[in-house]
């Protein structure tokens, strides 16, 4: 028995096999991070943007400030060699136009493993429901 559903992120179709799927809501690894990352970064806002939140970061503030206060003794020499602008590496982000995982659909093999599927197959769609 097989599963066909569409990626929560990006809305790629993705077949998987039983002996593959863990509740699999995405389509690649890329797309399950970016939705982490997102998840992530919402998570932060609510609690910098919460009374706790805001107390946490100013007590975090003094306390940078009070270690850099404590370590500044005299003023440093000039730097031996000129700075160096360093190129962005990769991030997890998922660019726009990328290519999933999964990118030669086939509802008759499974994206994970490539084994073939049987003629019937579960439809789930972002809902997480069976339509119907």
Known sequence: MGRLFS???CGTLV???SRCDRGNR????PCRKAR???TIRRASRRHQSSPLGRLNH???QVLYRLRRWASVTHQGSAPATPPVSLAAGPTDEVAPG???????FSARTCCVCRRP?????RFVFHSGEDPG
């Open 7 to 9: 990626c929560d992120l």
């Open 26 to 29: 995405y389509c690649s690894d």
């Open 98 to 104: 990328a290519v999933p995982a999964c990118a030669s």
């Open 15 to 17: 077949s998987i096999c």
């Open 117 to 121: 599927l049987p003629a019937l197959a």
């Open 58 to 60: 100013r007590l975090r």
């Open 36 to 38: 982490r990352a997102d």
